[in-house]
């Protein structure tokens, strides 16, 4: 565990608690800052809370969350143990709206503080509107998930949303197949992810 990174994020986490810089704010029952391990060398990027994310405060606790958790576990990836997670937004947008362009530019720089601290190798962006966010506003999901391409010498990709997956279960073995893809990525590029269970 890196102390650094741990107090700097907990400043970070600190400061985000009391923002009000779009009006996902007033609707808000918690910020959804992130989680997971600081100086992890994967980070995970979703969409925004849900409504179990928001009466949590946690990323990815709800049914999508579940899911999310099995097919990490399969490739031996953990938010207690190797991973983090965070989304564009942080705070729930009304009925599970997409989060607007303007509520996602006002929210993404506190996505960029938490990245300027963990510092990940890879990250992997959850759905369609984090791979527009993060990729290429024009990436399309559907046909370009699993592809890496690397940014600012750091590798990214994107896989099927688990709440899509969860309505199209049809689609679960090609995520399956891109988690497996990713798992021998950090195998070549990442140091720490796997085997660091005795330090
Ligand atoms: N969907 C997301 O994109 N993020 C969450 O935290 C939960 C569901
Ligand atoms: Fe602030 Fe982001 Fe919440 Fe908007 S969504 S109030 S920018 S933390």
């Known amino acids: 565990m890196d102390d650094d990174k741990h107090t700097d994020l907990e400043k970070l986490k600190e400061e985000c608690m009391n923002c009000t810089a779009c009006e996902l704010c007033s609707g808000r029952k918690n ?26 405060g946690e990323p990815f606790v709800g049914k999508a969350g579940i899911l999310l958790d099995k097919m ?26 997409d989060p ?20 990940p190798k890879i990250v992997v962006c959850l759905g369609r509107i984090a791979a527009t966010r993060i990729i290429r506003p024009d990436f399309r999901i559907s046909k370009e998930h699993g592809q890496f391409v690397s940014k600012g010498g750091v590798l990214m990709t ?3 949303h688990p709440a899509a997956l969860l309505r199209y279960p049809e689609n679960k073995p090609a995520a399956f197949e891109d988690f497996l893809s990713l798992q021998e990525k950090i195998k070549t590029v990442c ?5 660091n269970d005795d330090i």
Do not use: S
């Open 158 to 160: 994107a896989i099927l």
């Open 100 to 119: 607007k362009p303007e509520e996602q530019e006002h929210c993404i720089g506190w996505l960029r503080r938490q990245f300027a601290v963990i510092r």
């Open 31 to 56: 910020v959804v800052f992130g989680t997971g391990v600081p100086d992890a060398e994967v980070m995970f990027i979703g969409e925004g809370p849900g409504e179990q994310e928001d009466i949590k």
């Open 191 to 195: 140091e720490r992810t796997y085997g």
């Open 72 to 97: 990490l576990a399969a490739v031996d990836l953990d938010r207690n143990k190797n991973i983090y997670i965070a989304n564009i937004v942080k705070c729930r947008p009304p009925q599970n709206r």
